[in-house]
């Protein structure tokens, strides 16, 4: 199939419009092709097929098409051009935000998103390999080497660091804080230098159904491809279906693929912080209140991301605080005991004399060792909230589907696990889509994808579930459960082999 140019007599007008404007983002996406482009070299199995199937359908034909362009699709797909094997596949990514916009994200340095993650080393490894991770800006990119974790009812708490494992560990680091928007300018980065993929974004899905044809001549039945018809009016048929389209996957739902799932009633409260003093060691902080766990997490210089697990009720009388107030709030939650933050909570403003005035009369009962510096000031514009879900599919994978991220599973962030869950995904799955190209194997097929579901959904459904039963414990202010769980969390902290035993676990070493 030729590529669409302006005196093409046999295409419409919109389809002329839409290939002009994508062709107009070109000097932004060096490498990436935009809507109807020429078929690149395949694997013989694919390009028979392709051949014969161009000329009978009015659809684009795809070996792969990923439904979402956030860090595990855009992953996925960088993956897959940066492997020799699967270089040659045709691939496309739809996706309905505008990725121009994207590609050339960037904040003065004194700014930050209010949307970070968490990347342990298995992930940073990971982005190494397929050439995505210098291709971030890595003066955004704070690596952490320790973690306090605390009891906030009872003051029992976790030391997380190398210190015990000295020489025994090539990188002390337990984990990289930097920006999901970082991430993703950093794979559109390496996705342009790689080349061969089309790019189609600020487009929807409007529908998605299998294919009206039967047998062709190639012996290929499309009735089993799923076809997808856009926003713009292009249609396209994949081979492989990919959804990283987030927890209302609508690929999922396309698929008939049951999801358990239920509202933990809790938002995540998000804002970008800066410290009054930038810490020597960069270090992470999480307290567990009754309400839900708050989270303080390094970024570069004096800032910090905020994450702080509340009631829905909670969550919108923080957004309403003043600048200062909110400060206040965020120091209190990591210094003053439960019932003293309650008080605060109900207050409508004033929380910063309070603050103040509870420190001097308040003893320190609950304090750790070590607590975060005193937060100065937030970001004007970054608090934000938005509700907290447990979810999973029944499977990650059916026939000619398959499911990354958030679209197979939604983790509560107390972890921090979520974006490191889809790039498990997504190295598991690209590793089996290259074994099946190279043993000429149909990359759609079920067989081959249930090894992926094999590997992930086991592994997964248990971070799953450890996590949710942590949110649930912690949720208990009083009682026999809050003495058990402070005896096993100062039990592991006094257990160096299981403690470290924990922490390789976490950072996939």
């Known amino acids: 199939m030729s590529s669409l140019t302006n005196d093409d007599s046999s295409a419409s007008s ?59 699709g855009l992953s996925l797909l960088t993956a897959l051009r940066a492997a020799e094997s699967t270089s040659s596949l045709r691939i496309a990514l739809v996706e309905s935000r505008d990725l121009a916009a994207s590609f050339e994200w960037k904040l003065p340095d004194t700014q930050f998103s209010n949307r970070a993650s968490s990347i342990t080393p298995k992930s940073k490894r990971f982005l190494d390999t397929i050439g995505a991770w210098g291709k971030l800006d890595l003066t955004r990119v704070s690596p952490y080497y320790g973690m306090q974790v605390w009891d906030g009812v009872s003051g029992s708490r976790i030391e997380f660091d190398w210190q015990d494992e000295a020489g025994s560990v090539q990188d002390p680091v337990i984990a990289y804080m930097t920006e999901n928007d970082n991430l993703v300018r950093g794979l559109l980065s390496r996705l342009a230098e790689v080349g061969g993929t089309d790019i189609i974004h600020g487009t929807n899905v409007d529908n998605i159904s299998l294919g009206p044809q039967k047998q062709l001549d190639s012996g290929l039945d499309l009735s089993t491809w799923p076809h997808l018809r856009l926003s713009n009016g292009q249609q396209i048929a994949a081979r492989l279906l990919i959804g990283a389209d987030g927890p209302s996957s ?35 902080y999480q307290r567990f209140l009754p309400t839900g766990p708050a989270a303080l997490l390094p970024l570069s210089g004096p800032y910090a991301t905020l994450v702080w697990s509340t009631t829905p009720e909670n969550a919108a009388k923080l957004k309403r605080l ?37 420190i001097q009369h308040t003893a320190s009962a609950g304090q750790p060792y070590q607590i975060p510096p005193l937060i100065q000031n937030v970001q004007a514009g970054s608090i934000a909230s938005f509700p907290l879900r447990y979810g999973h599919a029944n499977t990650y994978a059916t026939h000619r589907i398959a499911l990354l991220g958030d679209a197979a599973h939604t983790i509560h962030p107390l972890a921090g696990q979520g974006l490191n869950m889809g790039l498990g995904d997504v190295e598991s799955l690209s590793n089996i889509i290259q074994d099946a190209v190279g043993h000429g194997q149909d990359i759609g097929d079920q067989l081959t994808l249930e090894r992926y579901n094999a590997e992930r959904y086991e592994h997964n459904h248990r971070l799953l579930g450890v996590v949710d039963k942590l949110h649930k414990l912690y949720s208990f202010e009083s009682g026999p459960i809050v003495s058990l769980r402070s005896l096993g969390l100062d039990a592991v902290n006094a257990l160096t082999p299981l403690k470290s035993f924990l922490m390789r676990q976490a950072a996939g070493t």
């Open 14 to 72: 919109s389809k002329q419009k839409f290939t002009i404007q994508q062709q107009m983002l070109l000097k932004h996406f060096e490498g990436l092709r935009f809507g109807y482009s020429t078929v690149q070299r395949l694997p013989s199995f694919v390009l028979r097929s392709s051949r014969s199937i161009s000329t009978s359908t009015d659809a684009d034909i795809y070996d792969v098409v990923c439904v979402g362009g956030g860090p595990a």
């Open 322 to 358: 003043s600048q200062d107030d909110f400060v206040s709030m965020v120091n209190a939650a990591f210094r003053l005991m439960p019932v003293d933050l309650a008080y605060m909570h109900g207050m409508p403003s004033g929380q910063q004399q309070e603050l103040d005035w509870r």
């Open 250 to 284: 609508p690929v999922r739902s396309f698929a008939d693929i049951g999801h358990l799932g239920w509202d933990y009633n809790r938002h995540g409260l998000v804002a970008t912080l800066q410290l009054s003093e930038e810490p020597e060691a960069k270090i992470a």
